[in-house]
């Protein structure tokens, strides 16, 4: 499969089907997304890969009372439930079968080995997650290259504390996302949606588009 191809159809997978991956797929996918950059070469990130039954029920009974009430937010009651947006019944779908999904694998990454520069500034610090965050979405395309589906949560992450008990985190390590993995029922997307190039690049200077709508390349 071409990489550009991968890129664009690895979208969030809300319906699986039951069959295990095999061990060699997985392996097949960490092994090629450890090569992923992080700060340093610091090489904070570790993975669980839960697919035990009683293990994966314990995760989806946390996350479910995470999903209920956003869920239950995001529709004022003036809609019928069936006329909701796909997206959002699909993710409901997602989070409603949560503990019968094939594999959960939750990403984990050691807090020492992240550098992250921008605490200092008065806001949200995202660069650690710069050391940890390739490597899952190289997994996410290794996983797509061989016919498997996957969805990013991080919804989980407010969990941590008991996710840290049931997998015996040790000290030091944090959560960082839980993707779920599995054979799409549905295939794969075709089509994302994402803004497209000439409203997300500048050149020089953030307000001058580097590819102006209606120009040619
Ligand atoms: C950082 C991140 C966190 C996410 N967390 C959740 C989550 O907790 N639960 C969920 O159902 N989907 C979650 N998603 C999936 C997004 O809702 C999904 O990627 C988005 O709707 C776009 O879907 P698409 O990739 O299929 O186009 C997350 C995605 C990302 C990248």
Redesign the pocket.
């Known amino acids: 499969m071409e990489l550009s191809t991968a890129m664009r159809t690895t979208?969030?997978c809300r319906y699986f089907r039951e069959d295990p991956v095999p061990d060699e797929v997985l392996y097949a996918a960490f092994d090629a997304a450890r090569f992923g950059p992080q700060g340093g070469n610091r090489q904070p990130v570790r993975w669980a890969v839960v697919r035990d039954p009683a293990r994966k029920q314990a995760l989806a009974d946390l996350y479910l009372p995470l999903?209920r009430p956003y869920y239950a937010g995001l529709n004022d009651g003036s809609v019928a439930a069936n006329a909701l947006p796909k997206?959002l019944l699909d993710?409901n779908h997602?989070?409603e079968n949560l503990a019968t999904v094939p594999a959960i694998l939750v990403l984990c990454a050691e807090l020492a080995g992240l550098h992250p520069t921008d605490t200092e500034l008065g806001r949200l610090s995202v660069v650690g997650g710069a050391s940890i965050y390739p490597t899952m979405q190289n997994v996410c395309l290794a996983l797509r290259e061989q016919g498997v589906a996957s969805?990013?949560?991080?919804?989980?992450c407010h969990q941590e504390p008991q996710v840290r008990e049931l997998l015996g985190l040790p000290d030091g390590f944090i959560t960082a996302?839980h993707v779920v993995v599995g054979y799409p029922e549905r295939g794969f997307?075709t089509r994302?949606?994402r803004r497209p190039v000439e409203d997300i690049v500048s050149l020089e200077h953030f307000d001058t588009p580097m590819f102006p709508a209606g120009a040619t390349v």
Do not use: D, R, S
């Open positions: 979208g969030t999903w997206t993710a997602f989070a969805a990013i949560t991080t919804l989980l996302a997307p994302l949606t």
